[in-house]
């Protein structure tokens, strides 16, 4: 049997910065620039974007990550995630 999957999005807010999102695209999700400045821009005009689906462990690794992230940096960017 598969293990389920789980997709990780981004959340919207009114404070991150567009560039930090790229970055945090670029960094923890592995995505070349284009990928990133679509996903970031789906987040901005959709409220959310989709960053990857992956394994449980994965997904929840990845959702610590943007918040440790975010967190040093002085942003409010939230991940989270939902089975697939």
């Keep these: 049997m598969e ?3 789980y997709v990780v999005f981004l959340l919207n807010d009114d ?9 945090v695209l670029m960094n923890i999700f592995h995505k070349n620039y284009q990928e ?12 959310r974007g989709v960053c990857g689906v992956y394994t449980y462990e994965v997904a929840e690794t990845k959702v610590m990550q943007v918040s440790k992230l975010a967190r040093e ?10 089975e697939a």
């Design 36 to 47: 990133a400045e679509q996903i970031m821009l789906d987040v901005h005009k959709k409220e």
């Design 15 to 23: 404070y991150t910065s567009m560039d930090f999102v790229i970055d």
């Design 73 to 82: 940096q002085g942003y409010p960017l939230k991940a989270t995630m939902e």
């Design 3 to 5: 293990p389920k999957q």
